[in-house]
């Protein structure tokens, strides 16, 4: 048997759910300053492991977005327990970014699982601080809004949004997508005391997406705008027509989306972010 073939019997993929504090960091994708979520995690398993491993996410974040549960994977041809995986790799992270959990997944002729490209779709929550006076505990965890906000309005709105769209009036200017059409699932819009969670589910998002859909919500909720605008802005198509792109600061990527076959130990954590 030649090497190639060794290699390709021994080669492991692992996957990896990693919980980040976005606020330190210049977004999940790598850069010359080595300042991001991918630069700290791909440098604590070079450490852990003395191999340079590449690694890819389910979804890339921004600076300053933090993450519930990314999803990540990397293959080698290291032997490793699931949970050394974790508390090793733990180990040389800093205390803003944890690997949660580990686990490999099973070769599949078919199709090999790939963190982005397998996902069905995807969950963000966004946290919003409604009170006249900000707080410095909540500070970089939290967007923040003074005037009092109207949820039975957002929420008359944001069912506008369910469906399949040209979501391109929340478009990014720098967005990479292929197309603008997503299908948009849910929308929950909570509020408990002064805190309000955004909660959209989608099979996916475009750049800025979650934060320029909360930014009109907001727009709606203070008066400014009425219910009907966010039809008026899915049909326009229009990216100058809707709200500024609202602060990163409460955005969490929380759940990704697999078919059961993957077997991935993922846990739900909206909890965590009301209590």
Avoid at 83 to 104: C, D, K
Avoid at 196 to 215: D, E, K, P, Q, Y
Wanted: aromatic content about 12%.
């Amino acid at each position: 048997m030649n090497g190639e073939s060794d290699d390709a019997i021994t080669s492991r993929r692992i996957v990896l759910g990693v919980q980040y504090d976005g606020a330190p960091w210049q977004g999940w994708q790598t850069q010359l300053n080595g300042l991001t979520v991918q630069d700290k995690l791909e440098f604590a398993l070079y450490k852990f492991t003395q191999q340079t491993i590449t690694t890819a996410c389910a979804g890339r974040t921004d600076a300053g977005v933090h993450a519930l549960e990314q999803v990540v994977h990397f293959d080698t041809t290291l032997e490793r327990d699931m949970q050394s995986w974790v508390r090793g790799v733990n180990t040389f992270l800093p205390p803003s970014i944890a690997v949660r959990w580990a686990s490999e997944v099973a070769h599949d002729p078919a199709e090999n699982f790939h963190a982005r490209f397998s996902a069905r779709s995807r969950t963000y929550h966004y946290m919003l601080y409604n009170n006249p006076v900000r707080s410095p505990l909540l500070e970089g965890k939290v967007g923040w809004v003074f005037r009092a906000l109207d949820i039975a309005k957002m929420q008359e709105a944001a069912v506008h949004l369910l469906g399949q769209h040209d979501f391109s009036a929340f478009r990014s200017v720098q967005c990479q997508a292929k197309s603008p059409i997503k299908s948009m699932y849910a929308i929950r819009i909570e509020r408990r005391g002064d805190l309000i969670m955004f909660t959209v589910h989608a099979n996916a998002f475009l750049h800025h997406m979650v934060r320029n859909i909360v930014g009109s919500l907001i727009y709606v909720g203070n008066g400014t705008q009425p219910p009907s605008w966010l039809k008026e802005l899915l049909a326009g198509q229009e990216r100058k027509f809707a709200a500024p792109t609202f602060m990163p600061d409460g955005l969490y990527l929380a759940k990704i989306d697999y078919d059961p076959k993957w077997q991935l130990p993922q846990t739900e954590m909206q909890n965590f972010l009301w209590s």
